[in-house]
């Protein structure tokens, strides 16, 4: 009989220990598995190039002011319920104050990086990713260095881009105020810009493995892309420009006339397909527009720019944020349209969510209803 009573005594203990432990380890606790536990994913990891001077207090690692050129990687966490072409941030609204990466896309760290060791570093994930890929994005007007390493780290891991991601970040003042400052600073950024792409070919050259390039511009961005590339164009062998792959400009701050008459057909004379986001809610460009007194070719409308060897698409029924400037990162039907251009190549008459339509006897496209 006493030995029925310790045999019955080591079951209820049994039986409290694996209660225990299919209560995750806490006695009295939650039953949920190890394997509805959220795991926080891996950070993407975003190369920076910047003539930012440093931030003298530190906060945002580079400042508004121009600097020598510095070198590193961001690493950026998005959160587990990250939805494609939406950019989580902190919001007054719902009385956020700073960022939780729970629920915010967050910059983790900045490692700043010497000049060879940055080259060396990018080109050996380039090496290793199929077809020796490399997105370089340049962002626009008002776009603080902590604010463009989460749009870049956003915008690659939408695209799921499988190769590194360099940021250029310029010295915008991360203001709306500063526009004309961040003119003049993007001028002054031109050849520092251009000087990290020569460099950059020179690097992947002396691999003599062959790579696809890829040049996405945002706003004022756009500038800096297309006068880089043509500056290339005249500077270096025709050769050297066939690993760039495409140019996509969203939203471009550049005179519509200027791009028309003067950098489209520059531009196409590389060979190089160039791609346009335009659309006529972008409040950015329209005050753009009146500051210059002409229109920009990232509007639409009756300025619409449209053409020889450039893919206009109409984005003006996706939706952009508060000045309807920054689409591109808060809509999912443009996200999917630049991954179907930037994954497959495909031209605006192949893309699935794109119609073709019409102005002034030449094609543009705009977005399936």
């Not at 626009?140 to 940021?167: H, I, M």
């Not at 500056?231 to 050297?240: N, T, Y």
Request: glycine content about 8%; some cysteine.
């Amino acid at each position: 009989m006493q030995i029925r009573l310790y045999r019955l005594e080591l079951l209820l203990i049994l039986s409290v220990l694996l209660a225990g432990i299919t209560g995750c380890g806490i006695i009295g606790g939650s039953r949920e598995s190890i394997a509805d536990i959220p795991i926080s994913p891996p950070p993407v990891s975003v190369f920076f190039a910047t003539d930012r001077a440093p931030d003298a207090d530190n906060n945002a690692y580079y400042g508004a002011e121009r600097g020598d050129m510095s070198y590193g990687i961001t690493r950026v966490g998005i959160p587990l319920d990250h939805v494609m072409g939406r950019h989580e941030e902190p919001s007054l609204f719902k009385f956020e104050a700073t960022a939780d990466e729970k629920k915010h896309i967050k910059v983790r760290d900045v490692v700043t990086l010497t000049r060879d060791d940055f080259l060396q570093r990018l080109s050996e994930v380039a090496v290793e990713t199929p077809d020796g890929k490399i997105m370089i994005f340049v962002p626009g007007y008002n776009t603080e260095f902590l604010e463009a390493s989460r749009v870049v780290a956003q915008f690659a891991n939408d695209l799921k881009f499988a190769g590194p991601v360099l940021l250029f970040s310029w010295p915008s003042q991360g203001s709306l105020t500063g526009y004309t400052v961040d003119e003049t600073n993007a001028e002054w950024a031109q050849a520092d810009f251009v000087q990290l792409l020569a460099t950059l070919l020179e690097t992947l050259k002396a691999q003599n493995i062959y790579h696809n390039i890829y040049l996405v511009g945002h706003s004022m961005g756009s500038r800096i892309i297309g006068r880089a590339l043509t500056a290339l164009a005249s500077d270096r062998p025709e050769g050297d420009l066939i690993v760039f792959r495409e140019i996509v400009m969203i939203a471009p701050d550049i005179d519509a006339d200027v791009f028309r008459l003067d950098m489209a057909p520059r531009l196409a004379r590389t060979g190089i397909p160039v791609t346009i986001y335009a659309s006529s809610n972008d409040r950015a460009l329209r005050a753009s527009k009146v500051f210059h007194g002409y229109p920009r070719a990232g509007e639409t409308g009756e300025g619409l720019v449209v053409v020889s060897g450039v893919e206009t698409v109409d984005a003006s029924d996706v939706s952009g944020g508060l000045l309807g400037h920054s689409y591109f990162a808060e809509d999912r039907r443009i996200m999917e349209d630049i991954f179907a251009l930037l994954q497959t190549g495909k031209r605006a008459d192949d893309r699935f969510g794109l119609k073709a339509l019409e102005f002034n006897g030449m094609r543009y496209w705009t977005f399936r209803k």
